[in-house]
């Protein structure tokens, strides 16, 4: 198994120093072209037609600093993300994940990773609603973490790297395609929660999880995600999956989910699923939504 640390750090300080216009092209060649596979995934090329949308404007879409933002200003940020420690915990947290699978007879398909931490920018308005450290691990073979870098998110990244690598590991054997359900979304996102929670604790639960009380949870977001499971639209599937505040930045209507409530429901889901039936995470992680669901089917009621 091969993983292989992109060092952000080191292409930011080039970005840093450089003209403002060569930093676009710093950018898309040295940090986001080993991710060209990942982004051709969702329709992102790494070069668009002039006023196009490409890696550059995704950027500033997820709240990441975009190009021209990395300015000598962003020196403290870049420092925090520029010890080995940090990306030798980054990496242990990737390789500890998957090693779980292997140590259990579980071959996985793909074999080298590679990964990335960028900066987010803290006066995005998406970085507010995801907070300051996140990730982005669907598609397998790349994971990438974005943090407002802190005492609190420097630690914390690695948990976060937990989850999406166990995105990476479920979807190298379910198919993505466009007959993807909210209940597979929902049971994705629960499975990749546990399994952190498992590595690292449950007190290390992000705020995707944290922050839906068991009132909202049980009166409110089980009952409407509960209507909706089959949907594939993805604005409609994404809609109950994150909530009104992050799909108005998308610009989506409100339909009365909390933040991330679909996190939240998924958690609960998983973790009734695991005492139910005694699976392991590692096993749950491969099992096929549909008998997931049939071994939960109380817990809809």
Not at 81 to 94: K, N
Request: a negative charge.
């Amino acid at each position: 198994m091969k993983i292989t640390a992109i060092r952000s750090d080191r292409i930011y300080r080039k970005m840093m120093d450089a003209a403002p216009a060569e930093k676009e092209n710093i950018y898309r060649d040295g940090l986001m072209k080993p991710f060209e596979f990942k982004w051709s995934c969702v329709g992102i090329p790494l070069r668009a037609e002039a006023g196009g949308h490409d890696v550059v404007s995704a950027a500033a879409m997820s709240g990441y600093y975009a190009p021209l933002q990395i300015t000598p200003a962003r020196r403290g940020e870049i420092d925090q993300i520029s010890g080995d420690g940090f990306w030798a915990s980054c990496e242990d947290s990737i390789r500890s994940a998957l090693s779980g699978f292997a140590q259990r007879g579980i071959r996985l398909p793909q074999q080298e990773y590679l990964f990335t931490v960028v900066l987010s920018d803290p006066q995005s308005p998406m970085t507010f609603m995801a907070g300051d450290y996140c990730g982005d691990g669907g598609i397998p073979g790349y994971i990438i973490g974005s943090i407002v870098p802190n005492e609190r998110s420097l630690a914390l990244l690695p948990v976060a790297l937990a989850h999406e690598t166990n995105h990476n590991v479920r979807w190298q054997f379910m198919q993505w395609s466009s007959q993807i359900t909210l209940a597979d979304m929902i049971v994705s996102e629960g499975l990749a929660e546990r399994f952190a929670a498992e590595m690292f604790g449950e007190d290390k639960v992000g705020r995707w999880v944290r922050e839906t009380s068991p009132e909202v949870l049980r009166e409110t977001v089980v009952p409407r995600i509960r209507e909706k499971l089959e949907t594939r639209d993805f604005q409609t599937l994404s809609s109950y999956l994150y909530g009104d505040e992050i799909m108005a930045l998308r610009g989506g209507k409100a339909i009365g989910m909390p933040y991330c409530g679909g996190y939240a429901c998924g958690y609960a889901l998983i973790g009734h699923y695991l005492e139910r039936t005694g699976a392991s995470i590692h096993e749950a992680t491969l099992t096929p939504t549909e008998e997931i669901l049939k071994q939960t089917e109380d817990f809809w009621r």
